[in-house]
Protein backbone atom coordinates (compact mmCIF):
# COMPACT_ATOMS: atom_id res chain seq x y z
CA UNK A 1 0.00 0.00 0.00
CA UNK A 2 1.11 3.27 -1.00
CA UNK A 3 -0.20 6.81 -0.96
CA UNK A 4 2.46 9.59 -2.21
CA UNK A 5 1.68 13.57 -1.90
CA UNK A 6 3.66 15.77 -5.09
CA UNK A 7 3.53 18.95 -5.60
CA UNK A 8 4.79 20.93 -2.25
CA UNK A 9 6.71 24.14 -2.75
CA UNK A 10 7.72 27.79 -1.93
CA UNK A 11 5.52 30.26 -3.19
CA UNK A 12 4.33 33.66 -2.48
CA UNK A 13 0.83 34.81 -0.69
CA UNK A 14 -1.39 35.22 -3.23
CA UNK A 15 0.15 32.54 -5.14
CA UNK A 16 -0.91 29.04 -6.89
CA UNK A 17 -0.25 25.74 -5.99
CA UNK A 18 -1.63 22.25 -7.26
CA UNK A 19 -1.20 19.20 -5.02
CA UNK A 20 -1.41 15.75 -6.29
CA UNK A 21 -1.72 12.02 -4.40
CA UNK A 22 -1.84 9.07 -5.90
CA UNK A 23 -2.84 5.73 -3.88
CA UNK A 24 -1.72 2.33 -4.98
CA UNK A 25 -2.39 -1.43 -3.15
CA UNK A 26 -5.65 -0.98 -2.28
CA UNK A 27 -8.98 0.40 -4.32
CA UNK A 28 -8.41 3.32 -3.66
CA UNK A 29 -11.97 4.76 -6.06
CA UNK A 30 -13.49 2.63 -2.45
CA UNK A 31 -12.14 5.29 -0.39
CA UNK A 32 -12.99 9.06 0.82
CA UNK A 33 -9.93 10.94 0.40
CA UNK A 34 -8.87 14.16 2.00
CA UNK A 35 -6.33 16.18 2.66
CA UNK A 36 -5.16 17.02 5.93
CA UNK A 37 -2.23 19.85 6.98
CA UNK A 38 -0.03 20.70 10.00
CA UNK A 39 1.30 23.65 10.59
CA UNK A 40 4.64 24.54 12.80
CA UNK A 41 3.24 23.86 16.25
CA UNK A 42 -0.13 23.47 15.42
CA UNK A 43 -2.33 19.76 15.78
CA UNK A 44 -3.05 17.91 12.37
CA UNK A 45 -6.34 19.38 11.14
CA UNK A 46 -8.70 18.32 8.44
CA UNK A 47 -8.93 20.56 5.28
CA UNK A 48 -10.63 18.49 2.58
CA UNK A 49 -12.98 15.44 1.99
CA UNK A 50 -13.95 13.90 -1.38
CA UNK A 51 -15.83 11.08 -0.99
CA UNK A 52 -16.68 8.19 -3.50
CA UNK A 53 -18.70 10.77 -5.79
CA UNK A 54 -16.72 13.60 -5.77
CA UNK A 55 -19.10 15.68 -3.22
CA UNK A 56 -16.56 17.23 -1.63
CA UNK A 57 -16.45 19.66 1.75
CA UNK A 58 -13.67 22.32 2.67
CA UNK A 59 -12.83 23.63 5.88
CA UNK A 60 -13.66 27.52 6.31
CA UNK A 61 -10.07 28.92 6.37
CA UNK A 62 -9.86 27.47 2.39
CA UNK A 63 -13.31 27.49 1.60
CA UNK A 64 -13.40 29.41 -1.47
CA UNK A 65 -9.76 29.34 -2.82
CA UNK A 66 -8.83 25.49 -2.67
CA UNK A 67 -10.91 22.78 -4.87
CA UNK A 68 -10.54 19.18 -4.76
CA UNK A 69 -10.80 16.53 -7.66
CA UNK A 70 -9.95 12.55 -7.99
CA UNK A 71 -9.95 10.87 -10.72
CA UNK A 72 -10.96 7.19 -9.96
CA UNK A 73 -9.84 5.06 -12.69
CA UNK A 74 -6.05 6.79 -12.07
CA UNK A 75 -6.64 6.43 -8.25
CA UNK A 76 -5.52 10.12 -7.73
CA UNK A 77 -6.97 12.77 -5.97
CA UNK A 78 -5.69 16.56 -7.23
CA UNK A 79 -5.85 19.86 -4.95
CA UNK A 80 -5.56 23.45 -6.57
CA UNK A 81 -4.85 25.83 -4.10
CA UNK A 82 -5.50 29.62 -4.91
CA UNK A 83 -4.91 32.70 -3.07
CA UNK A 84 -2.53 31.35 -0.74
CA UNK A 85 -1.63 33.01 2.14
CA UNK A 86 1.51 32.92 4.86
CA UNK A 87 -0.91 30.72 7.46
CA UNK A 88 -1.60 28.25 4.75
CA UNK A 89 2.01 26.96 5.56
CA UNK A 90 2.13 23.26 6.85
CA UNK A 91 2.95 20.12 5.74
CA UNK A 92 0.01 18.66 3.34
CA UNK A 93 -1.08 15.01 3.86
CA UNK A 94 -2.97 13.06 1.95
CA UNK A 95 -5.33 9.99 3.28
CA UNK A 96 -8.04 7.88 2.60
CA UNK A 97 -10.66 6.77 4.75
CA UNK A 98 -13.61 4.15 4.40
CA UNK A 99 -16.12 6.86 5.30
CA UNK A 100 -15.94 10.54 4.88
CA UNK A 101 -14.91 11.50 8.64
CA UNK A 102 -13.26 14.40 10.21
CA UNK A 103 -10.98 12.31 12.53
CA UNK A 104 -7.20 11.44 11.94
CA UNK A 105 -7.29 8.22 13.74
CA UNK A 106 -10.50 7.19 11.66
CA UNK A 107 -8.42 6.89 8.19
CA UNK A 108 -6.31 3.57 7.20
CA UNK A 109 -3.99 5.14 4.99
CA UNK A 110 -1.26 8.12 5.03
CA UNK A 111 0.90 9.84 2.88
CA UNK A 112 3.97 10.92 4.21
CA UNK A 113 3.49 14.65 3.59
CA UNK A 114 4.63 17.21 1.47
CA UNK A 115 5.55 20.84 2.67
CA UNK A 116 3.96 23.92 1.34
CA UNK A 117 5.51 27.28 2.23
CA UNK A 118 3.83 30.08 1.26
CA UNK A 119 6.06 33.59 2.09
CA UNK A 120 7.65 36.61 0.24
Known amino acids: VQVVEAGGVLVQPGGSLSLSCVAS????????RSWFRQGPGKKRELVSV???????NYAESVKGRFTASRDNAKNTVSWQMNSLKPEDTAIYYC???????????????WGQGTQVTVSS
Open 95 to 109: AAARAATVAPSEYDY
Open 50 to 56: INFGGAT
Open 25 to 32: GFRAGDFA
